[in-house]
């Protein structure tokens, strides 16, 4: 896969400069635009290079730590699997990182109660 980092840099470079007034919370998922990154960092599609994120943990009015999601049906120990709207997913643990608000976009909707208790608990076996 061709990799277009001039692209990603330009959009990057606009969002930079967006304000930063979108609200959000811990269990919700947006698309985000997550950027052209490098090896295997996943990487987000389309021209706006997104992909769905769960917001994990607010840091403050304008950052969070989030974890990529993928559609593809994979198994491992950093994979949490559940359904958002009937569409199965996978929450991706070791690829969380830090977010601004300024790369979120459209909100998808928000975790239920199960599966959100269930991604904080694969979240402490993972990490601990």
């Known amino acids: 896969m061709e990799k277009d980092f001039k692209s990603w840099m330009g959009l990057k470079e606009k969002l930079d400069n967006l304000p930063t007034e979108v609200l959000f919370n811990e269990g ?15 990487n987000g599609k389309g021209n706006r290079f997104s992909r769905p994120v769960i917001v994990f943990r607010k840091l403050t009015r304008h950052s969070f730590y989030g974890i990529p999601l993928t559609s593809k049906l994979k198994e491992g120990s950093w994979y949490v699997p559940f359904k958002q709207e009937g569409k199965e997913n996978r929450a991706v643990l070791s690829q969380m ?32």
Do not use: H, P, Y
């Open 28 to 42: 919700e998922i947006w698309w985000a635009a997550i950027g052209c990154n490098v090896g295997e960092e996943s």
């Open 97 to 128: 990182r830090i977010f601004d608000s300024r790369r979120i976009f459209t909100k998808l909707g928000t975790m239920d109660g199960e599966d959100w208790e269930r991604l904080k608990q694969k979240f402490k076996e993972f990490f601990t």
